[in-house]
């Protein structure tokens, strides 16, 4: 049994956010180091059950007041730049002509093939064709999966399928991307003596080499932020404010959840979630977890102890409450309908 593109959509939708958990779990040991926390990072930032609680509101703008949503949360406004801080973007092109046409072919992949199935088989053949590692692009096989059942297949083939990082920065190998995540600042010729005034670097686009700042040792990521030369963030980004640095930040106190960021390089050097952290972060609804040092934290309360590169989500909000009631709603609906 084949399917058609029109399948293809339909096969897609019927994977929620679960099941995509699934998927992704059991792709990640076929990830590149290098891109296997972008890709957990990018699906956090992108949740599939956020746009679909969007799409069945009776009025989407008033929920996105009511969920405080703020930023650009749509994936259809970013369908090319979503995913710049993988290092599979440098084969977007190439990607998103091979999804595309897996998804056009109607006699190439089975009906009953798993979603994972389906990634590896495309990221293989790309693999091929490009004379790359397929771990380089499996990663970026499952964001365009998931592009494609958030945007329509239709809004994933019109986009123009740029690569969106300067030449320099897309040569560099994987190697050299980890062995400058991995490096902790040198702390001069006395360094071994220093203790509260050690400086670690945050980097936090690194596609730029000016997307950098300074922190002290143990100090919260969102403190440190203003320590960025440039004063007013807002012209690249209106959730920011003049002396605050490039991260949003409205509270300090792990209330808002404007200050989320991704963990790309250096997770294990920030301090522990602290319980408030880890409440408030679970009720927002940006991640789901009882790890120690996830990937997903509150800058205004991660303290560094090394030096760390950081991805700034393009929005923020509260929906964790209101998703979590939509599905108690589904379920005891479904019940009632069983009973």
């Given amino acids: 049994m084949s399917i058609t593109s029109d399948s293809f959509e339909a096969f897609l939708r019927r994977h929620d956010e679960a099941a995509w958990a699934r998927e992704l779990a059991a792709l990640l040991p076929s990830i590149h180091e290098v891109d296997r926390n972008a890709t957990e990072i990018w699906f956090a930032f992108f949740p599939l059950g956020l746009l679909r609680a969007l799409e069945a509101a009776d009025d989407p703008a008033q929920l996105v007041q009511r969920l405080l949503l703020q930023g650009k949360f749509y994936l259809k406004d970013q ?3 979503s995913h710049t801080f993988l290092y599979g973007h440098r ?3 190439e990607v998103k002509r091979a999804v595309a046409g897996h998804a056009a072919r109607a006699a190439t992949h089975a009906a009953d093939a798993s979603l994972s199935a389906q990634i590896l088989e495309v990221a293989d053949a790309l693999a091929r064709t490009l004379k790359v590692e397929r771990s380089l692009l499996a990663g970026i096989v ?3 999966f998931m592009t494609v059942e958030q945007v329509g ?3 994933f083939n019109a986009a123009p399928g740029a690569v969106l990082i300067d030449q320099r920065h897309a040569r560099r190998s994987p190697a050299e991307i980890l062995r400058e995540r991995a490096r902790d600042d040198s702390q001069g010729l006395f360094g071994f003596l220093r203790t509260t005034d050690k400086r670690w670097t945050v980097t936090f686009d690194e596609n730029d080499d000016d997307a950098r700042f300074p922190m002290v040792h143990m100090q919260e990521i969102a403190s ?4 960025h030369p440039r004063a007013d963030w807002s012209e690249v980004d209106p959730r920011c404010t003049i002396n605050e640095g490039p991260i949003p930040v409205q509270c300090r106190s792990a209330s808002c959840g404007t200050c989320w960021v991704g963990v790309l390089g250096g ?3 920030l301090a522990d979630v602290s319980a408030r952290e880890a409440r408030v972060i ?3 609804g940006y991640i789901d977890t009882d790890e120690a040092k996830p990937l997903i934290r509150l800058s205004c309360q991660a303290q560094g102890g090394g030096a760390v590169s950081i991805v700034i989500p393009p929005w923020n909000g509260v929906f964790g409450k209101y998703l979590r009631q939509l599905k108690e709603g589904a379920t005891r609906e479904a019940e009632s309908v069983n009973s």
Avoid: G, M
Wanted: zero cysteines; proline letters at 9%.
């Fill in 79 to 81: 369908i090319d730049s």
């Fill in 91 to 93: 084969f977007w092109p």
């Fill in 142 to 144: 499952a964001v365009a």
């Fill in 153 to 155: 297949l239709a809004a």
């Fill in 224 to 227: 440190a932020a203003p320590n």
């Fill in 267 to 269: 997770a294990e050097k």
């Fill in 282 to 284: 679970k009720q927002i």
